[in-house]
């Protein structure tokens, strides 16, 4: 470390070697600098630079978050049958991504890590010639068991695909569990899962602030 004539703190000589500084704090330790194989700039927890990176800033000046909650979910099973009548859960046991290990794929549930605004998304396919024409079918989520949001949709009658899909900005509360729901007014019928990540069926969820 060095200081100018100019009154400027310059960190490192210009030789390639990574370069941080350390706060030292009473429960964790975090640090800023740069990642000079990467030429990165880091601020991460720890004392160990690159090793738990919050946010990373590369040269053209991209911002990431590598631990930011962000999930991807969806079913390795072809179908998933729902019976008519109530709420049902939808059961995407399968994940292409989760950053923070934010979702479960056994209770097919999404805990909030902390209290913020998060992007919801769905889309859902059914098998529509299953679903009667001018029915009241929905799909949407709970939010700690209680119903948060439908998007209603009505089938053609047509034995092809039924789709409900929809985008919202939930505030949640740390700790809120949120599952993916679908109700169907009167008939029972398939969901197409096809067992592949945003193919016909998947939801996700992205903490944004």
Known sequence: MALSKAGLVQIGTGVAADRSIIFDGNAQDFHIGIDDSADNLTIGLGSTLGTTSHIVIDEAGHVTMPLQSAALFYSSNDTQSISSG????????????????????????????????????????????????????????????????????????????????????????????????????????????????????????????
Request: proline content about 2%; charged content about 15%.
């Open 86 to 209: 109530a709420n049902r859960t939808i059961a995407f046991n399968a994940e292409k991504y989760d950053l923070n290990g934010d979702y479960n794929t056994s209770n097919y549930t999404f805990t909030a890590p902390i209290a913020g605004r998060y992007l919801i998304q769905c889309h859902i396919s059914f098998n529509g010639g299953e679903i009667t024409t001018n029915t009241r079918n929905n799909v949407g989520y709970a939010v700690g068991g209680s119903v948060a949001y439908r998007q209603f949709g009505s089938s053609t009658g047509s034995n092809d695909r039924f789709s409900v899909g929809f985008s919202v900005v939930q505030e949640l509360a740390a700790s809120n569990a949120v599952t993916f729901i679908a109700h169907l007014e009167s008939d029972d019928a398939d969901i197409w899962m096809e067992s592949s990540p945003e193919k016909y069926s998947w939801a996700s969820v992205t903490l944004l602030c």
